[in-house]
């Protein structure tokens, strides 16, 4: 029997951004098979199971009021009514409206397999899956992987990243960029990856072993810390001549204190003379 797979390359890069030798794409994932079918059951589940099922409306026994017969039965000369909350009524109950019920949709484990492995075929035909080395963050810097983006050259686009496992740093870091999603490869889904128009991909996570490269990184200084720098002399500046005033205002007061003494010490005088 021919075997009908198709093999990917898909092309490589540092966490840095700096490009590398292209990389295989396992054979078992992005087997080229596309299956569009299975793909809109498994999307239109997803988002179906993603449904509260809130809405809810009250039939005429929920509604208050409407006990009383409105008017009596014959001799009014209009059509006979037993309730104000009759649904033809004006604030009566409603007929047939939604009531909480569960939206949710049940997908056999392989057929959500398949089309994950489709989404992931349909992004490969693209050439929309990148492989980086490895997301080794010691701390969350939305700067660093918003300079990732930007060298990929994939700024404007919908970007899902998917680490080796659990990575929060990496999660915090792509959390405040609207157009990145961070996410385990273990937890993907076909939504998530039909969602993106890029996939980056984390070596380990399909097998590939790259050592990532010894770059510098350098870090730009951030703007709030350039404005304290700044602010810091001006406070200083400011600080030394607070008191230079003081004693100027000291010096002016003394003469002018003076001045006025004098004449009080004459008047208290002339009244000692009287």
């Known amino acids: 029997m021919a075997d009908n797979t198709t093999s990917f390359q898909a092309a490589a890069y540092s966490a840095q951004g700096t490009a590398r030798d292209s990389v295989a ?12 079918p299975v793909m809109h059951q498994a999307v239109k589940a997803y988002l179906a199971n993603q449904r509260q099922g809130n809405a809810a409306t009250k039939i005429r026994k929920y509604v208050t009021g409407g006990n009383q017969k409105p008017w009596k039965q014959k001799g009014t000369g209009r059509a006979r009514q037993g ?12 007929v047939f409206g939604p009531i909480p019920r569960s ?13 994950r492995r489709s989404a992931f075929s349909a992004r490969a035909r693209e050439n929309a899956v990148y492989v980086i080395d490895r997301f080794d963050y010691d701390a969350p810097k939305t700067s660093r992987l918003a300079e990732l983006v930007a060298k990929l050259g994939v700024a404007d686009q919908k970007v ?29 889904s076909t939504y998530h990856i039909l969602w993106s128009d890029v996939v980056l991909i984390e070596s380990s996570a399909i097998g590939q072993s790259m050592e990532p490269l010894n770059e510098a990184r350098t870090e730009k200084p951030s703007a709030r810390k350039t404005v304290a720098k700044t602010a810091a002399p001006a406070k200083k500046a400011a600080a030394k001549k607070a008191p230079a005033k003081k004693a100027a205002a000291k010096k002016a007061a003394k003469p002018a204190a003076k001045k006025a003494a004098k004449p009080a010490a004459k008047k208290a005088a002339k009244k000692k003379g009287k």
């Open 103 to 115: 939206y949710a949709e049940y997908v056999p484990r392989q057929v959500r397999a398949l089309a």
């Open 83 to 94: 309730s104000t909350r009759a649904p033809h009524w004006v604030g009566g109950g409603t």
């Open 160 to 188: 899902l990243i998917l680490t080796d496992g659990a990575k929060p740093n990496v999660f915090l870091s792509g959390r405040n960029l609207p157009t990145v999603h961070v996410m385990p490869y273990s937890d993907v």
């Open 25 to 36: 794409l396992p054979g078992d994932v992005f087997d080229g098979v596309v299956n569009m």
